[in-house]
């Protein structure tokens, strides 16, 4: 069984950055896709951005200049590089992994940005 934690979230003034970490633990074999997805209140749950086995990576375009989706397979982690957050970044933000055809969700973590 995998799990996926997930850290790095926290209160930013607009125009700050942060960096969100999702770790795989337990049986990491076959991912193939690892998402970023997040959560405003009173909305539904959105892709932000994705990175798959090959590297490929693709972002909601409302974050593509400001997120870098990255990956470090010797860490089993991937991250979320955040800049230029603005208050409608105000989220939880989730991580997703597919895995041999199953998919897993971290417990999420929050960003506010406000000033």
């Known amino acids: 069984q995998m799990q996926l934690v997930e850290s790095g979230g926290g209160l930013v003034q607009p125009g700050g950055s942060l960096r969100l970490s999702c770790v795989a633990v337990g049986d990491t074999f076959g991912i193939s896709y690892t998402g970023w997805y997040r959560q405003r209140p009173g909305a539904q749950r959105e892709l932000v951005a994705t990175?798959?086995?090959?590297?490929?990576?693709n972002y909601k375009d409302s974050v593509r200049s400001r997120f870098t989706i990255s990956r470090d397979d010797a860490k089993n982690t991937v991250y979320l590089q955040m800049n230029s957050l603005q208050p409608e970044d105000t989220a939880t933000y989730f991580c997703?992994?597919?895995?041999?055809?199953?998919?897993?969700w971290g417990q999420g973590t929050q960003v506010t940005v406000s000033s």
């Open positions: 997703k992994v597919i895995a041999l055809g199953r998919e897993f």
């Open positions: 990175i798959i086995s090959s590297g490929r990576t």
